[in-house]
């Protein structure tokens, strides 16, 4: 062959090599702003991070209110059964009169025993009356009361709502991550989940 040929061909296989490193470089950059195919993924250099949406607290579930009881003993004033203390006054009143019959003699004798009587009944009216004030009686009660339930106010876990590569997904994380989560083809890295 001649030179001719030989330089002709060599300068057409240089623009042939030249056009497709043109096209496969354009292929390059078109498909890089939206993460490219898996190979220039992976070669690429340093870890990838997808934009956090939102990011909402998960908390404990408080518990239901419960019912909460003890048993109390009350101690109260013994219902009163003579209210004007008759009971004491009629025994007090003979006792005395007994007492004052036994002083002296004639008139004296009849005016000790209702002065007797007079004081005897005034006695045994406040006897009773002291011992009914006093008179107590205890029971037992239960007394109950609500007590709110607990729990509600503990955040066990953060939903994390991220977007990647125009893919929105949520995960549940032991963390709030800000503003960014770093992935791993597209899934948050296993690290940084909850368990």
Do not use: W
């Amino acid at each position: 062959m001649s030179r001719f040929v030989i330089s002709a061909l060599n300068l057409g296989l240089g623009a042939v090599l030249a056009v497709g490193l043109t096209a496969c470089n354009r292929d390059a950059n078109a498909d890089g702003g939206v993460g490219g195919t898996a190979a220039s993924q992976s070669a690429a250099a340093g870890p990838k991070y997808a934009r956090v949406v939102s990011v909402t607290p998960v908390r404990d579930q408080a518990s239901a209110p419960q019912q909460v009881c003890h048993d109390e003993v009350v101690t109260q004033r013994a219902p009163v059964k003579d209210q004007h203390q008759i009971a004491g006054t009629a025994i007090g009143a003979v006792a005395g009169g007994l007492l004052g019959n036994q002083v002296g003699g004639g008139k004296g004798r009849t005016l000790a025993t209702v002065a007797g009587a007079i004081g005897g009944g005034y006695a045994g009216h406040e006897i009773q009356k002291n011992r009914q004030e006093n008179n107590t009686v205890s029971s037992t009660q239960r007394r109950c009361t609500t007590v709110a339930g607990k729990g509600g106010d503990k955040i066990i876990g953060y939903d994390v709502a991220y977007e990647y590569n125009g893919v929105t997904r949520t995960i549940r994380m032991d963390h709030d991550p800000g503003d960014r989560v770093q992935v791993q083809e597209g899934v948050v890295a296993v690290s940084d989940a909850a368990h």
